[in-house]
């Protein structure tokens, strides 16, 4: 018949703990005080983040215990489904064996409520009124949005302003669960006001937006920040996602040759991945893990490494990373979520050191592989998620050349339903492969800083 095979597990089979990656990859390299060049102290991490994420962001330990409060609204949405896409391989015509773990039942409609739940949790235990963060798609901001809503706490989200006209019904959502949206670049604070002042028509990026949500957070002592990507203890929250696949293989009686995720923030990619890197180094069991990136911010296929800041007006730290530079501006592309300059130094240190690979794809390749995923398997994939789809579909295309049966395992980050107005312009044939003009990328590289200490 070749449908569709659900794996489904138990309440009780969500995660107690979390996953450290920073246990996996020893020797990571520390984040640095900009003014000193000297690896970070611990108070300067707190200016910005409860006591106990700091802890897990600086900590080596392999676990983390998930807190009552978090796992409790886990279980809204937790475990996630796992599914094995038999329609999608009869319509390759593919021997492989496609399977996907769908984050898109969480209540926002993708994975980030599974970090924004425990930031949003330990900033109130810390006594924070208020969650001021930016968003690119929207995704992160709805996300605070929903975590915030649950605590009883109020959020203000800065949103990438191309993406806020884009998804309109990602602003409405996070008004619906009390928050307030602004387009980023704003005039509300210094540094929006100095990117308008460049470029009134600055489409935004999230560079410009994490600036502003600092900017807002320092001048406000009630007010706490949240990332949505990018840091240890966010990959680390989004480990339930691996942990919960690993159960499901094995219900499965299976096990992924390959590992699939689309790569913005890489934290989904994180989530998903570095358990499996886990299971590889305890048992031996060999996997490929695969990060899927946009060809127009092709941060791990065409970045470098070095130390750089996460924003455009240079108020974070220094996190040493795969980076197009903290000035670069990617073109306005659907895949709002995955316009990242940098990337989890986790999953550039496993890049870095061989244990993942980088494929870049283009916007309508993507697009493609998402219709044709939504035909076969009843899920519209967000435009994100259709980087991770397209390289699953490549793998698979591969086998069937091949001859071979692998197995392979993606990640659905989340469904498209949000995002139609990408999905009409598909349709209508007027969506181009926005390729990255030498000049962008070379004047981005170009704002990598240089450090003489490291
Ligand atoms: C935010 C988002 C991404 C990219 O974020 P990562 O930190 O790279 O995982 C991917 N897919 C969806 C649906 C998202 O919302």
Redesign the pocket.
Known sequence: MGEQIKFQLREDDIPWTWQNGAADLPGMAPILDPATAAPLKRDDLARTMPQQLVDQELSTAPEFEIPEAVREIYRQWRPTPMFRARRLEKALGTPARIYYKYEGVAPTG???PNSAVPQVYYNKLAGRQRLVVET??G??GSAIAFAAALFDMTAKVYMVKVSYQQKPYRRSIMEAFGTECTPSPSSETAAGRAVLAENPDHPGSLGVAKSEALQAVFADGSSGYAR???LNHVCAHQSVIGQEAIKQMDLADDYPDIVIG????????AGLSLPFLREKQRTGKDVRLIAAEPVACPTLTQGRIAYDYADTRQLTPLFRTHTLGHRFIPPAVHAG??RAHNIAPLVSRAVEDGLMEAVALRQTECFQAGVMFARSEGIVP?P??THAVRAAVDEALRCREEGVAKTILFGL??HGNFDMAAYEQYFAGRLRDDTLSAEALASGLASIPQLAAV
């Open positions: 993708s994975f980030k690119g798609a995704q992160w949505g990507s990018a689309c790569a913005g923030g890489g934290s989904n990619l979520g995955l967000a994100e998620s980050s989340g």
